[in-house]
């Protein structure tokens, strides 16, 4: 059983970007999808990017948008999310989660995914 803690949410101006941070423990994240997500309140959860950890160093990653960026530090147990140009549609709570790949893949299904962070505030606002 992991132990997900996020970081780096916050405030800021729309057109800003921001580093979220979510440090794995509890064990080794050999063959994991490793998946953000965010959700605003009354709407459902959705995924943002994710990240496999099947084939490192060249780990495959998928976002919905390029301005969300995925990366890892194997050393540290830690996955990143980057979001570039930020906009108030961006304001939710990050989760970051554990989950399981498909052909080696991860995918932004959260019925995929079973462990999760307690999640990070992000506010896009003037």
């Known amino acids: 059983q992991f132990k997900l803690v996020e970081s780096g949410g916050g405030l800021v101006q729309p057109g800003g970007s921001l580093r979220l941070s979510c440090v794995v423990s509890?064990?080794?994240?050999?063959?994991?999808?490793i998946g953000w997500f965010r959700q605003v309140p009354g709407k459902e959860r959705e995924g943002v990017a994710c990240?496999?950890?099947?084939?490192?160093?060249?780990e495959y990653t998928l976002a919905i948008e390029d301005r969300f960026t995925v990366s890892r530090d194997i050393a540290n147990n830690t996955i990143y999310l980057r979001i570039n140009s930020l906009n108030v549609e961006d304001t939710a709570v990050y989760y970051c989660?554990?989950?399981?790949?498909?052909?080696?893949?991860?995918?932004?299904?959260?019925?995929?995914?079973?462990?999760w962070g307690q999640g990070t505030q992000v506010t896009v606002s003037s």
């Open positions: 990240l496999s950890t099947a084939d490192p160093p060249r």
């Open positions: 509890g064990g080794t994240l050999d063959y994991y999808a």
């Open positions: 989660a554990v989950g399981v790949l498909l052909f080696r893949r991860c995918v932004l299904q959260i019925n995929e995914y079973d462990q």
